[in-house]
Structure formats: C-alpha cells, structure tokens
C-alpha cells in the first residue's frame, strides 16, 4: 500500500514538472519573440531618424543656397540703385545748368516747343558748366619731341612736376601700391645720379592704389588703397588727411584697359582738377569728372564716346580729354579719341596722333598746365613729351 502511495506521489510530482517545463518553454519563446519586436522598431526608428536627418540636411543646403542667391540679388539691386542714383543726380544737375542759362520767363515768353528743344539739344551735346579761363584758347595737335631723363623705381609707377605756379618740384610714386613718395626740389636734382641734395621722403597716411595720382597747390590727391572708389586729399606740408570723398559709380571696372591697376585717374590742366574713370554700365566707355580741388565736391560729369579697351592712359588740356592707346604686347602709343566738355573740338577732326618712335607701355600720363609736357612712365623709365599745341 506504501509503496502505490509512493508511487503515485512520484507520478504526480513528474506531471507537475512536466508542465512547469512547458510553461517556461513558453514564457521563453513569448520573450524572445517581443525582444525580436522591440529590435525590429528600434532598427525602423533608427532608419527613420536618418532619413529625417537626410532631409533636414537637404533643406539646409536648399536654404543655403537661396541666401547665396538672394545675397547676389540684393548686391546687383543695390548696383542699379546707385547706378540709377547717379544717374538722377546727373539729370539733377543738368537741369539746374539749363535753368539758370534761360533767361527770366517773367520778361521773355518761350514757347513750349522752343524750350523743349533747347533741353533736348543741352542734354545730347551734354554742354559745360565749366567756363574757359582766358588762357584755354589752345588745343593739342601734336608731340614735338621725347625726352629720357633717367631709370629708376619698379616697372610700374607714377612721376610728376607739381603744376602750381612758380614750383618745380618733383614728385616720384614707386609702384602701383606703397605709401612712401620722394620728393625733388628740381627736375635738375631729380635726375643727377651724384648730387648732395637727397629727396625728402613723405609717409601718407594711407597707401595709393594705381598711377593715376595727382598733386595740386600743396596736396597731393590719390585713390585709397583697398577701397573701391574713396579719394583721399592729403597735405603734403604735415602729411595728414584733410578731406575724402567716395566717387559716385567709380571703381567697378580699370580706368584703362591695358593699366589693370589703376582705377581712378586724377589729371590737372588750366582749368583745374579731373578725375577720369571707365563706367561698365555704358560699355566701359571713360567718365569725366570735374572736382572742386578745395572741397572735393563734384562739380560736373560728362559721359564720353571714348572707350577704355586698349587705353593705356588720358591727360586733359583745357577741359579735353585725349586717349591714348596701345596694345598688350606693347607697341607705338597713339591718339585716337577726344572728349571736349566745351563742344569746341570733335574726335572727327583730330588725325590719328602718334608718340616717337618706341615701342614699350606706359603706367602713367600726366600733363603739365606750364611746361606743356606730359610726364610719363614708360616701363621704369622717367620720359617726357614735348607737346604741340596751337590756338583753336
């Protein structure tokens, strides 16, 4: 009897184990099957974080690339605006030139016609606001003569003899970037190679970029390096800075297409001071500007025919702008193309101009109201042209 006891007992305990065995078959199967779950949603989540991180890396560059676009299409609105400005100012001005040339309509009866036609003819011809001094009844027709006085600086520069009246002195611009200027008492002095009298040394205040400096009645006027078109005027008696204005629409584009460093081109004649810079919005076609050498306001602009491919430079005599040009590989310089502000001389009637006989570049043009010469610098070389000149 024990021993069925027994028996069944034992019996009883192996179903037990039996299916405690089964259960936690089970159990283990059931976990494993929702940790496959849970790593089937992890790798599904992680896909879709990369793909939203993909995206959101496309949008930016997307972005990105519109501000850039934006950005350009704001600088070249801004260009029009100024360009546009500029423009407006002229028109102002020229308005204000025809206005107080006609005579008082309280006294005289112009009929609308007659004024409309005068304005039309004012602004085609673009006429001068600049008067003539007495001395300005001459124009160029020729160059008499080359002189070479002496080598010196770099193969790019600018030298000049200062135009006030009763000075000699002579001024030497090294380079198309520097802030140091030599400064001669005489062209005598200049070009002696052993002479006791050294050149006084000038530190400006901020370099020079290009050749196209001028001096006039003690202050030297250049254009400021690293900015596109600021004109600086400097004493030349304590070096400082005692003005500085920004050229309205200037220093987009080289003054002369063979001068890539120079920008801004001062020049003085009988009638004062000019500035001359090449505009791209009318082809890169050359501007003038008249400027007042004691406040450096802009007194008038004319808009010239003359084009600044193959120039290599421009001087002005009594208010007209002569061209000289050139070619890359250096060649004969040669007058092909004048602007009078007075419509007094047409290119029509100037004959193709041609300097001696040397074929070479020049950096820089600068003529001499008095000694009626053109100082120039001609590949390091110091030269000087003797011009012709006969009354108009």
Not at 160 to 184: A, E, H
Not at 232 to 239: E, M, R
Not at 300 to 308: I, V
């Amino acid at each position: 009897m024990f021993l069925k006891l027994l028996a069944m007992l034992f019996l009883s305990l192996s179903v037990v184990r039996s299916q405690q065995s089964t259960q936690d078959a089970f159990m283990m199967e059931y976990f494993q099957r929702r940790i496959m779950e849970m790593e089937e949603r992890l790798i599904q989540c992680d896909q879709n974080v990369q793909t939203v991180n993909q995206r959101m890396y496309d949008m930016a560059a997307e972005m990105r690339g519109q501000v850039q676009s934006v950005r350009a299409l704001k600088t070249e609105i801004q260009g029009y605006v100024d360009s546009l400005a500029t423009r407006v100012d002229r028109v102002e001005r020229d308005i204000e030139y025809l206005q107080n040339k006609l005579p008082d309509t309280s006294s005289v009866e112009i009929s609308d016609s007659l004024l409309d036609q005068q304005v039309k003819e004012a602004q085609s011809k673009g006429k001068a606001v600049i008067r003539q001094g007495k001395e300005c009844n001459i124009k160029f027709s020729g160059v008499k003569s080359q002189k070479i006085l002496k080598k010196a600086g770099d193969l790019i520069g600018s030298w000049l003899k200062d135009p006030t009246t009763g000075s000699s002195k002579i001024y030497f611009f090294s380079g198309s970037r520097n802030k140091t200027l030599l400064q001669f008492g005489s062209i005598k002095t200049f070009t002696e190679t052993n002479s006791t009298n050294k050149p006084k040394v000038i530190q400006l205040p901020r370099p020079w970029q290009g050749t196209g400096h001028a001096v006039y009645d003690g202050f030297v006027y250049y254009h400021n390096a690293d900015t596109r078109n600021e004109v600086l005027k400097v004493d030349l008696s304590n070096h400082t800075i005692v003005d500085r204005m920004i050229l309205p629409n200037a220093g987009r584009l080289p003054v002369y297409g063979l001068t890539p460093y120079t920008f801004l081109d001062f020049a003085v004649d009988e009638m004062g001071l000019w500035v001359i810079h090449a505009d791209p919005d009318f082809g890169g076609n050359l501007v003038i500007t008249k400027l007042d050498s004691k406040s450096l306001s802009v007194e008038h602009t004319w808009d010239t025919t003359c084009k600044s491919y193959n120039a290599e430079g421009a001087f002005m005599i009594c208010g007209t702008m002569y061209v000289i040009y050139n070619s890359h590989s250096g060649g004969r310089s040669n007058i092909q193309c004048l602007f009078d502000i007075h419509d007094s001389i047409w290119t029509e009637e100037l004959p193709v101009i041609y300097f001696p006989k040397r074929y070479s570049s020049h950096s820089s043009m600068h003529y001499h109201p008095q000694d009626k010469q053109i100082y120039a610098w001609d590949e390091g070389f110091q030269t000087t042209y003797q011009l012709d000149v006969k009354k108009k």
